[in-house]
């Protein structure tokens, strides 16, 4: 529940941007006859919202409503007092505060006279609000998560950038584990003060002290000695993108070198293009592949898991997990990758 | 252990209410419900919790990271993977006749339209009361969580400099609250002067002389928030803000006294909102400028009660409390005080030691 610095910055995401996102969404919405597109967002559920908008809830939840004409509408229970802040950070939205977000959303829209309503992940929608809406909308209300997930098959150089960028503050922030760190609070709070100052909007570490006796990432006390391979995890969220980075720890030099060529490879790897990594993981001596697992921001989660079997899905970046072991040692490391996830010979999805 | 003592309140308070299973749901925002039932933090994505009486509780989690996580922070929970919480969650309650759910809030559509049977019974009401009265294990961690409060105060003191960013000054006291272990803190910060109508996450905006910076700091330990608000200002205050911080300063005093066993946090509210209509701000204690005059502390930095004057929530012993007559001052703008407290008999135990003055800093630079 921690938000770091949220500022608009038009060179990062412009208002030409979100014009062009929305468009795109309409695209897909008359291709199914929707006269109009409801999102819901709420803290961990942003990603829809601030993809359209580039607004990230900080507090309470919010519908967002696209139709096929006009600045679209962000309801907030956010109060007045709020109207300016979040006006800074959702310039292409009219924004009206309600206690009742279904009744005001159903009313907007029985006032435009909109009767072909589709609600973006519809079922996770919270009952309170779903009951409201398909109670007073002039016609039920459909699903339409796949309009939203369709309109943002391919990624815009924005989105790209951005990623980027949350992925940049990630890897420096992981480069300021201390050589001499003792305790996961050392670990934690170096990398979460460089995150910080580099201008995330939000961070979460996680770490395996000791990699040799439990390679699972998790959130220990502060006083727990780090052992001998420890591996840290910091996703970092930048103007509404998530990306995370892993990286493993050793305190042998040899160890350590063989682990930084390991993760160069892996960097190379998740930088081709997805088609080009159907081949095999890199190999590399004394390299063993356990498993992996890509997320990508598919629907209203920052990230979402890819269930590796769903075939015909396109997906315009990600993030990339590995584990396996080197010399007998595990080992995780996460990148940003591009494109779809790989059809992976020798290491089964997790 | 505190889990199993949570565990025996609530399977005892599901009992009386004549419950077969409990749906318990949380994410990272609300995350109470689903800690105080499971044990589990929960970060990212949405979790679920069934409570049954004589099963161990089953939690379920979207998320493969989070899977991983509570697997090893809760080492005495079932915990199991699912792509969809209600498939999981649901299975499970085949024969459950009567099934609470908590808090209502998050309950998603498709409870409803997947669930046979009778409708799903609201067990917020009952839980509440749980997570409102605390345990003399909860109390143990509040009170170790307020003196880590009072610290952070102290460093966001001396971090907030004339010249730096909003947002350096939060990033200097998150890394403090890793480094002494604090798992969550809720942090607002504001700046400046009478255009400054609230507190928001920092903005970027460079501290200058002259501004009234206010923060509320809200750090957690396992699971448990407690809250500080404090106001600063950069260079000497003028007399017209020591005038201001004073009202706040008595509202504050007033609304601590009204806090007592039988009281209502409607009593605690009004005696602050007193003191700004005894000198004609009671514009200012209005949703217009404000939103609550303090609330509950517990696994929710926001937790019940709100103290609002329309909130008749009868104040019992064992409730930790922030009491904070927040809100806009026309002559210099936004101006934060607070302090939490556990109720008591004869008398309320103040939490956060930190002095209750209008803090001035004169260093600068980053």
Not at chain 2, 57 to 82: H, K, M, N, W, Y
Request: with cysteine.
């Amino acid at each position: 529940m921690r938000r770091g610095l949220m500022m608009w910055r038009n060179e990062e995401l412009s208002n030409v941007d979100l014009e062009r996102r929305i468009a795109r969404l309409r695209a897909v919405m008359a291709s199914e006859n929707l006269d109009a597109f409801i999102a819901y967002g709420n803290f961990v559920r942003p990603q829809v919202i601030a993809h359209l908008t580039g607004f990230t809830q900080f507090w309470g939840d919010g519908l967002l409503v696209v139709c096929p004409d006009g600045r679209p509408t962000y309801f907030s229970v956010l109060t007045n007092r709020s109207n300016s802040w979040i006006a800074g950070l959702n310039p292409v939205c009219e924004i009206v505060h309600t206690p009742n977000l279904g009744t005001a959303v159903a009313d907007h829209l029985n006032t435009l006279n909109r009767t072909a309503v589709g609600i973006g992940e519809y079922g996770s929608l919270p009952e309170r609000i779903a009951s409201v809406l398909s109670q007073k909308l002039k016609a039920p209300p459909v699903e339409a998560g796949h309009v939203f997930a369709k309109s943002r098959e391919t990624a815009d150089g924005a989105e790209i950038n951005l990623m980027r960028r949350a992925d940049g503050l990630a890897a420096a922030g992981i480069q300021q584990v201390p050589s001499n760190a003792k305790h996961v609070g050392d670990v934690v709070s170096a990398v979460e003060l460089a995150v910080r100052l580099g201008g995330c909007e939000d961070c979460h570490i996680a770490v395996a002290p000791n990699m040799i006796a439990d390679a699972r990432l998790a959130r220990h006390r502060a006083d727990t000695l780090l052992g001998d391979v420890f591996a840290v995890r910091a996703s970092v969220v930048r103007h509404g993108v998530l990306s995370r980075r892993t990286r493993t720890y050793a305190v042998d030099a040899k160890l350590a070198r063989k682990l930084s060529c390991l993760e160069a490879a892996i960097a190379t790897w998740c930088e081709t293009e997805a088609p080009d990594r159907r081949a095999a993981l890199p190999l590399i001596d004394d390299v063993e592949w356990h498993g992996w697992c890509f997320e990508t921001p598919s629907g209203s989660y920052q990230l979402q898991t890819v269930d590796p079997h769903r075939e015909g899905e396109r997906h315009p970046y990600g993030v990339m997990t590995l584990r396996g072991t080197i010399e007998g040692n595990p080992w995780i490391v996460t990148q940003m990758a591009v494109g779809s996830p790989p059809a992976v010979r020798d290491a089964s999805s997790e | 252990m505190i889990i199993k003592a949570r565990s025996e309140a609530l399977r005892n308070a599901c009992g009386i209410a004549g419950y077969d299973a409990l749906i318990v749901f949380g994410n990272a925002w609300q995350g109470d419900y689903l800690r105080y039932a499971s044990g589990f933090g929960i970060v990212e994505g949405e979790g679920l919790a069934l409570v049954r009486p004589d099963r161990p509780v089953s939690l379920f989690l979207d998320q493969p990271f989070e899977f991983e996580r509570a697997q090893v922070e809760c080492p005495g929970i079932d915990v199991t993977l699912v792509t969809d919480l209600l498939e999981g969650g649901i299975a499970e309650l085949e024969g459950a006749a009567t099934i609470g759910v908590a808090p209502m809030s998050l309950a998603p559509h498709h409870l409803w339209r997947r669930r046979a049977g009778k409708d799903p019974v609201d067990a917020t009401p009952l839980f509440d009361r749980l997570l409102m009265a605390k345990l003399p294990e909860e109390l143990a961690l509040i009170r170790t969580c307020a003196r880590l409060a009072d610290e952070g105060y102290e460093v966001f003191r001396h971090a907030a400099r004339i010249g730096r960013a909003d947002y350096e000054v939060v990033a200097e006291v998150e890394a403090f609250f890793r480094a002494k272990g604090a798992d969550d803190n809720f942090m607002l910060i504001g700046s400046g002067g009478t255009e400054v109508r609230g507190m928001a996450p920092p903005s970027g905006r460079i501290l200058k002389s002259g501004d009234l910076v206010t923060t509320e700091l809200t750090p957690a330990i396992d699971g448990y928030y407690v809250q500080i608000c404090r106001t600063l200002v950069m260079g000497e205050p003028s007399g017209i803000q020591r005038t201001a911080f004073g009202i706040f300063s008595e509202a504050l005093e007033r609304g601590i006294a009204a806090v007592r066993p039988g009281s209502t946090a409607s009593d605690v509210a009004i005696a602050q909102n007193e003191v700004f209509r005894g000198r004609g701000l009671g514009d200012f204690v209005t949703t217009q400028y404000t939103r609550v005059r303090g609330h509950g502390l517990g696994l929710f930095t926001d937790s019940k009660p709100p103290i609002v004057e329309s909130s008749m929530t009868t104040i019992e012993p064992n409730m930790a409390l922030i009491v904070h007559p927040n809100t806009y001052h026309p002559d210099v703008g936004y101006i934060v005080l607070g302090d939490a407290l556990i109720v008591g008999t004869p008398g309320n135990e103040i939490l956060t030691k930190t002095a209750r003055e209008l803090f001035a800093n004169q260093g600068s630079g980053g």
